[in-house]
Nanobody, 119 residues
Framework: QVQLMESGGGLVQAGGSLRLSCAAS????????MGWYRQAPGKQRVLVAQ???????NYADSVKGRFTISGDNAKQTVYLQMNSLKPEDTAVYYC?????????????WGQGTQVTVSS
């Protein structure tokens, strides 16, 4: 059973920084991709950043240049460094991992961590 545990959320002023961590119960190289999603109140969950097993990264336009996703397989952890935070970044952030089996994607989710950015 794959387990993902997020940490690092909290309250920060606009312009500040936070680093989110997602610790996986198995090697992160077991996944085809890992990423961070966020969900603001009343809105859908959306992709923020993703990293593939080959190291390729992908970011939502709204966070490009401010957020950085990275992975440390020795620690089985994926990070999201968030700089220059804005009030509109306020949301619950979820860690996601995906692996393909016979062409079928299997997604796993963490419990979420709240990020609140005050103006």
């Amino acid at each position: 059973q794959v387990q993902l545990m997020e940490s690092g959320g909290g309250l920060v002023q606009a312009g500040g920084s936070l680093r989110l961590s997602c610790a996986a119960s198995i090697s992160i190289f077991s996944f085809n991709a890992m990423g961070w999603y966020r969900q603001a109140p009343g809105k859908q969950r959306v992709l923020v950043a993703q990293i593939t097993s080959s190291g390729s990264t992908n970011y939502a336009d709204s966070v490009k240049g401010r957020f950085t996703i990275s992975g440390d397989n020795a620690k089985q952890t994926v990070y999201l460094q968030m700089n220059s935070l804005k009030p509109e970044d306020t949301a619950v952030y979820y860690c996601n991992s995906m692996r393909l089996r016979n062409g079928i994607p299997y997604n796993y989710w963490g419990q979420g961590t709240q990020v609140t950015v005050s103006s």
